[in-house]
């Protein structure tokens, strides 16, 4: 039975909506294959609007394995925005994918990848665009099953109502291991409806299928114990990690958009994972351990994805670029590949104790100075010590030194406020770190035009970090210290005017807090939302701190718990958290010692350079620190 | 002192291109700005030696001349491109527009002359479909937007609300003969087809300011919004009041 395209019926409201083009599909790179030729259907959404979404990695990089399979098709769908979703209801038209404009309800598996938890809103308008039913519970064999991935899904608790699935870590096997598990199953003539599909996946202790697991409360709100409710399922989900990236060397084929987008360039990822052990930093901890890409790969996906996509700038991706035991071959190596061609080379995330001057130099050859962004985190040495960001003031000024010398004229720090332990103080030093980042540049340069802009938001305690446990700042005071911040970089004579200010003020931090360390009583809460016309929730046009609060008033209702339970209340040793049972490798009595390690300013290395301190995760998972030098360079490329 | 780029200057413009393209089916929803940026990067797919401009920010040296409005779909559109190589014009146009997506299809290019291209475009040529309407509504309301000396509309521009003539930047206005059916399509439903030259003016007079100049004048209003498509753009003949191709010029002389 083939599925029809409901672009003819899509074209009639276009021309009625802002920016038609991000509905319209026809990326270069993407793929429509042929519905009946396909046996297993995944429809694959970003929650996010398009221009957030289509430059995602994670979902590129599914579209792309998953259509390589035989048997298998996969189409993209994003939130669509407030006025085009007026305009499908009023017209009876369903969530679409933007591929084959078919309707996401067709499909075997709606996928969705959740980078952060405020697309939850959005999870639900697709869902009820697409007429499938709200909760998992109520859906039926017509119904695609709804899977989660994406860091969120390390706690997907606050969402399980809505999802038949979620899978933890790096999606590229596992995709395809579950297309074939969905394969087999329909092959066999789909024996035992959806639950015995959701069985097969859960058997595996790779897949997490909420509703075979019940949760436990003690009296006082919180959780006694998860435990599966039925045989065959293991008490434990485990992530999953991809060892070797020179073997996924994905995306070959990068999306290029008509449309404007947030990334405009061809990203490769470098490496994954990262061992710094910042404890604020849920990426560092749940995507251990470091895995490199060889320098020779990355330079055959540069070539052959600039070559594809016609981008001109190539973003050397991972959690800390500078990092990878060959940056300074990889960019020389690219900058001399090419050298006058206008193609430029960015390290979206540089550390500033892994920053040197000949990496300034060679991601500035071709001329351009793309912006150069730090992140201190904490602004005074003790705080720097409790988040374990061993980064020295010596070492940024030495870094913003050789920036400011080498031409450029801005350098943007990053910062966090509410971090536990600290008191205004610690925020106030951010002021003074950015007036000595002003006076090194002037000396350097000689000159009083540089500028540096200090970026800071409130920090939100995650899941799987050491900071697990502890207490979120409440909105009042983060929003305190970032008043009393921008007084004292305003009010200063010599510096001010060279010093720009951006935050983001601390309520949305609140219910990010919620949502990242809920547990399944807080879908009530989002549900509730949504119904009072919550959406777009990482857009501060559309985000309504009110709203959050008065449905969660609702929603808690005769509970024991409400809002500041989830986020300000700090936790003990022995709380079992809504996550415990979602393994992400980690020890806990390692996250438990790093936190106490944090309260006592006590710094941990990298083990990427010193001995192991067992953080649990290779032994657990099987997994090991794969990193160069490989010794290997890039050659100049041929002409043929 | 400002600071210089360090290495050498970019290298000069030996050639400029012409190139003229559509807009079709989807891709009429793509905005100015897509545009460009889908050029750009079929430029570097094609492999076209354009020409950069000077400075810390080099820009490709590509240029747009009159573009339609999203959502308004075109057989000619227009844009030059300088290139630091003398190239083959029939061999752009192939290469450039198999890097296009389809529906932006490259459909001449020509080497430039003297002369800008931004002054031949004195006017287009539009047609407008518009579904369900009735064709002797429309013959009147053309009839009484013809014979009328002005016909003052609003529209909302950035300035705000904007109140100008429609009517002396009509050449022609004609209700073309409804849609011939071919073999084996469907019966379709009643549409009217509108043809127009519009002379280009500051302020423009777009295909819907005569529209609307259409309702003010004789109260036609068709029933859903209008399939809106340029024909063509170019230097308006005195006598027809039609425009020729802007190329002509660039031509003359034989083509290399």
């Known amino acids: ?640 | 002192m400002k600071p210089v780029p360090e290495g050498p200057a970019p290298e000069p413009t030996v050639q400029r291109l012409r190139v003229r393209y559509a807009k079709r089916g989807r891709l009429r929803f793509t905005s100015h700005r897509d545009i460009s940026r889908a050029v750009e990067r079929a430029v570097r797919r094609a492999g076209i030696p354009v020409a950069y401009s000077a400075g810390f920010n080099p820009h490709p040296k590509i240029s747009y001349a009159g573009a339609a409005p999203t959502g308004v779909a075109s057989e000619a559109e227009y844009l030059e491109i300088g290139v630091n190589r003398a190239c083959d014009p029939r061999r752009v146009r192939d290469d450039l527009d198999a890097s296009l997506p389809p529906g932006l299809d490259v459909l001449d290019v020509v080497e430039a002359r003297d002369g800008g291209l931004a002054d031949r475009l004195e006017g287009s040529v539009w047609e407008l479909r518009l579904p369900g309407a009735e064709p002797e509504e429309a013959e009147r309301a053309v009839k009484e937007f013809l014979s009328a000396g002005h016909v003052e509309v609003e529209r909302l521009t950035k300035k705000g609300m904007r109140r100008f003539d429609a009517r002396q930047a009509v050449r022609t206005l004609t209700v073309v003969e409804g849609p011939e059916k071919t073999a084996g399509q469907e019966p379709v439903q009643p549409c009217v087809i509108l043809r127009m030259v519009v002379r280009h003016e500051t302020p423009a007079v777009r295909p819907d300011d005569v529209l609307m100049g259409l309702r003010l004048v004789a109260g036609f209003a068709p029933p859903s919004p209008a399939a809106v498509t340029r024909l063509a753009q170019g230097p308006l003949d005195a006598v027809t009041g039609e425009p020729a191709d802007p190329f002509d010029l660039d031509r003359a002389g034989g083509e290399r």
């Open chain 1, 1 to 640: 039975m083939s599925v029809e395209s409901l672009f003819p019926r899509l074209e009639p409201l276009l021309p009625k909506v802002q920016k038609p083009i991000q509905y319209v599909g026809g990326e270069l790179n993407s793929t429509v294959k042929d519905w009946d030729e396909a046996t297993v259907r995944w429809a694959l959404m970003y929650p996010d609007a398009y221009e957030v979404g289509l430059p995602n990695q994670g979902v590129q990089i599914l579209y792309e394995i998953l259509n390589e399979l035989p048997e298998t098709l996969a189409e993209r769908t994003y939130a669509v925005w407030p006025d085009l979703e007026a305009l499908m209801r009023s017209e009876g038209v369903p969530q679409f994918t933007v591929d084959g404009h078919r309707p996401v309800r067709a499909f075997d598996v709606l996928g969705v990848s959740f980078a952060t938890e405020l697309g939850y809103t959005n999870l639900l308008t697709a869902l009820d665009l697409a007429g499938i039913p709200l909760e998992a519970a109520d859906r039926t064999g017509e119904d695609p099953i709804v899977l989660a991935g994406g860091h969120a899904a390390f706690n997907p608790e606050p969402i399980a109502g809505f999802l038949d699935a979620a899978v933890l870590g790096d999606g590229e096997q596992i995709a395809i291991a579950i297309s074939e598990v969905l394969r087999e199953w329909k092959s066999e003539g789909s024996p035992g409806g959806r639950d015995e599909l959701l069985m097969r996946l859960a058997s595996t202790g790779g897949v997490y299928v909420p509703k075979f697991y019940d949760v436990e409360y003690h009296p006082d709100g919180r959780i006694m114990r998860v435990v599966p409710n039925r045989d065959g399922v293991p008490s434990r989900v485990f992530k999953h990690t991809v060892m070797d990236l020179d073997e996924w060397p994905y995306p070959k084929k990068p999306l290029v958009p008509l449309a404007e987008t947030v990334h405009e360039r061809f990203s490769v990822e470098i490496f994954r994972g990262c061992t710094r052990g910042c404890r604020f930093c849920q990426a560092g901890m749940i995507t251990r351990p470091v895995r490199e890409r060889s320098i020779t790969t990355v330079g055959d996906m540069v070539e052959a994805g600039i070559k594809e996509s016609g981008f001109s700038e190539v973003g050397l991706l991972s959690l800390s670029s500078a990092d990878h035991s060959e940056i300074a071959d990889i960019t020389r190596g690219l900058a001399d590949r090419y050298d006058g061609s206008q193609i430029g080379l960015s390290l979206p995330s540089t550390r500033v104790d892994a920053f040197n001057i000949d990496l300034a130099n060679e991601l500035s050859r071709n001329g351009r100075r793309s912006g150069l962004t730090f992140a201190p985190e904490g602004g005074s040495e003790r705080m720097r010590k409790v988040i374990n960001k061993m980064v020295t003031e010596e070492d940024l000024i030495r870094t913003v030194t050789t920036a400011y010398s080498n031409g450029w004229r801005q350098v943007k720090l990053y910062f966090m406020c509410g971090l536990p332990t600290e008191e205004d103080v610690d925020v106030l030093g951010i002021a003074d770190l950015a007036k000595k980042v002003i006076r090194a540049g002037r000396e350097a340069t000689g000159s009083r035009d540089v500028r540096c802009t200090v970026s800071i938001g409130g920090f939100v305690p995650k899941p799987h970090t050491p900071f697990q446990w502890a207490a979120q700042c409440d909105h009042e005071t983060v929003d305190r210290r970032l008043r009393a911040l921008r007084e004292a970089l305003r009010s200063d004579k010599e510096y001010g005017r060279a010093i720009g200010y951006r935050y983001h003020d601390g309520k949305p931090s609140i219910v990010e807090g919620l949502l990242s360390r809920g547990d399944r009583r807080v879908g009530r809460v989002i549900r509730a939302v949504w119904e009072d016309g919550g959406r777009f929730d990482g857009w501060s046009e559309h985000f309504s701190f009110e709203r959050w609060m008065a449905a969660a008033e609702r929603a808690f209702e005769g509970e024991p718990v409400d809002v500041e339970w989830y986020t300000t209340r700090e936790r003990d040793e022995h709380e079992v958290l809504p996550w415990d049972h979602l393994d992400a490798g980690l020890d806990r009595e390692w996250l438990w010692q790093d936190w106490q390690d944090a309260l006592g300013d006590v710094e941990v290395e990298d083990c990427r350079w010193t001995p192991c301190y067992d953080c649990g995760v290779c032994p657990t998972m099987g997994t090991e620190i794969q990193v160069g030098p490989t010794g290997r360079k890039l050659l100049p490329l041929t002409v043929i």
